[in-house]
């Protein structure tokens, strides 16, 4: 047991400059989004709606991490927006449907499309070919990584 607790002890260095250094592009790519008049929260809830696809406040919520409750504000400010599209569930009419409009997939087709363009710009002017061909096999890794982080809990 405590010669795993050194393995663990000598991985944390990894694992801390890993985060920071994924945390440091987060904000980075945060300050390139175009201002569309929306809150992270509203954005990220927005993002979650599109790789949910049709999905319920209660399952957005699971997905995120929050109470249902938390999400009201934001739900009712996209909606009113005409971003999502609430509907009763033709199955179970307690329960509400919620689905990207088609103007909630063109902005955040934009959102994405403009720190895709910031982040690929960053790519070619800072790495060598080498260093971005070497991102590039590590983005499948931290795919895997995040995807795991679902199944973990």
């Known amino acids: 047991m405590a010669g795993n607790a050194v393995v663990a002890d000598a991985a944390r260095p990894a694992a801390t400059e890993l985060r920071e250094s994924m ?11 175009p201002d569309n008049g929306l809150t992270l929260s509203q954005m990220q809830l927005l993002g ?37 599209a609430r509907r ?9 449907l919620v689905e990207l409009t088609p103007d909630g997939e063109a902005l955040l ?19 060598s070919p080498l260093e971005f061909d070497l991102l590039m096999l590590v983005a ?8 795991s982080a679902d199944s973990a809990r």
């Open 23 to 33: 945390m440091a592009v987060t904000r980075q790519m945060r300050r390139h989004r």
């Open 109 to 127: 087709a934009a959102d994405r499309a403009e720190r895709d363009d910031w982040l690929h710009r960053r790519m070619q002017e800072t790495l």
């Open 140 to 147: 499948p890794i931290l795919r895997k990584l995040a995807d």
């Open 48 to 84: 979650e709606i599109s790789r949910a696809g049709v999905t319920t406040p209660a399952e957005l919520g699971t997905r995120m991490h929050v109470r249902v409750q938390s999400l009201t504000d934001s739900l009712n400010e996209l909606e009113t927006r005409q971003l999502i």
């Open 88 to 96: 009763p569930d033709a199955s179970d009419r307690r329960r509400q």
